[in-house]
């Protein structure tokens, strides 16, 4: 029996306040899709616009979904089955996307996440070797330091704090650089700096503004006028990786491995580093979705607050709120492959050649896999719906290397945030998505941080 079907009304009428609220709640998180395919002739404008609007009604109803654009065949895949399959015994039979290679190519170079082959492999071993599990007590000290430094310069004497979301996104985005620079490579002083943030600010507005090349799937070789600034911009920062690396020092688990001078390199770093964009962007919609739900936020807050002294925050309804939040705002919310022969699928067939969109967006709010697929339902997580169908990280050898460093960083920021603030929504409008190379929202709001 599902949750919603197990509220019986009663003389009161509380059970049908109860529907109506949760309803109320799911349409402010639904989305409303066009009702057909946009024509080519406004492709490249609903992509510059807002990739939300190349979907239509038809992709969160089927499991897959078949079209042609600019004369070629699209695929979109929400079949579980056929995404583990794709991503995991399949995935000599696709490569990464040129799409995916023009849009990160530029800043990342040849780092982790556009290597392939033997140069794929060796730089995410090296990963794994990097990445904690957990972090010793010295370390979370700092971490915590970083996080109160953040919130002390949210703190009004004057009463409650109205910030713009882009300026807490900022906040959050140099926030997260020097958690994972402290996680991950152990260094102790702030990395992110204002040129810092506003070099990442300019960069992504470029990369999510696709021009035609991009859409046709040109050659990553045959660099746009777009891509030639996204690189100038990102290596506007080189001095500063170098300067950060050289203090790091080389990771004792890079000097076992023997080739520390050619693997932490650049782009290698660099592509570590962007997880900064999931923690801020997780953070971020987490505040939102909180602002937007009070009972739900005072029901976490009271929980963190009656956690023991120095006990780790979750595994609980904190862990929940952030699984849901990743469900309905996942952090990468289009992934795609390039088919290199013909691939036998759970959900068919699927030709050499075809552009394969796996998007956790889609499969996340998809009517076919979820109850109500649309409403915050933290409960869900604790009851184990729909795992297979949770991929906000990826799924397969791909999968997000980062991902427990990221989670372990969004609950320790939000755990703090919490206890020190209440967050409210002024104009009491959630946001629209912007689906990108990550998830932001649409336009600007603003929200309420009254310390507590």
Known sequence: MTALAAIAPDESGHADDERGSRGALARRHAVHPPARWPSIWRWLAAARQNPLQLFPAQAYEALRVDHAVLGRKLVILSDPQAIHHVCGPASVNYRLSNLHLRMLGPALGTGLTVAEGRSWLLQRRLAARLMPRQVGEPRAQRIDARIDTMLTGWQSSAGPATRGSDVVMDDLVALSVDLIAQSVFDHDRPVADARVVDAIRRHRCLI?????????????????????????????????????????????????????????????????????????????????????????????????????????????????????????????????????????????????????????????????????????????????????????????????????????????????????????????????PRLGMSLRPASELRLRLSAL
Do not use: N
Not at 311 to 321: F, K, Q, R
Not at 328 to 350: E, H, M
Not at 402 to 418: D, E, F, K, P, Y
């Open 208 to 432: 999510d503004a696709p021009d035609l090349l991009d859409l046709a799937g040109a050659c990553p070789a045959l660099r746009s006028p777009r891509m030639r600034r996204a690189a100038a911009i990102s290596h506007e920062l080189d001095e500063t990786i170098e300067a950060a690396i050289a203090e790091a020092g080389v990771p004792p688990a890079l000097r076992r491995h023997g080739a520390a001078g050619a693997s932490l390199s650049r782009d290698f770093v660099v592509s570590l580093i962007t997880g900064f964009e999931s923690v801020a962007g997780t953070c971020l919609w987490m505040m939102l979705v909180l602002a937007d739900d009070p009972a739900l936020q005072r029901r976490l807050r009271a929980s963190l607050m009656a956690a023991p002294a120095g006990a780790a925050a979750g595994p609980g309804l904190l862990d929940a709120c952030i699984d849901e939040t990743l469900r309905l705002y996942p952090p990468l919310p289009l992934v795609f492959r390039s088919a290199a022969r013909d691939d036998a699928t759970p959900a068919g067939l699927i030709r050499k050649g075809s552009l394969v969109c796996m998007s956790p967006w889609l499969v996340h709010r998809h009517k076919a896999l979820w109850h109500e697929p649309d409403r915050f339902d933290p409960a869900r997580h604790q009851r184990g719906e729909r795992l297979e169908a949770f991929l906000p990280f990826g799924v397969g050898a791909r999968r997000c290397i980062g991902m427990h460093v990221g989670l372990l960083l969004v609950r320790a920021v939000m755990s703090r945030l919490l206890k020190g603030f209440e967050i409210g929504l002024p104009d009491g409008v959630m946001p629209i």
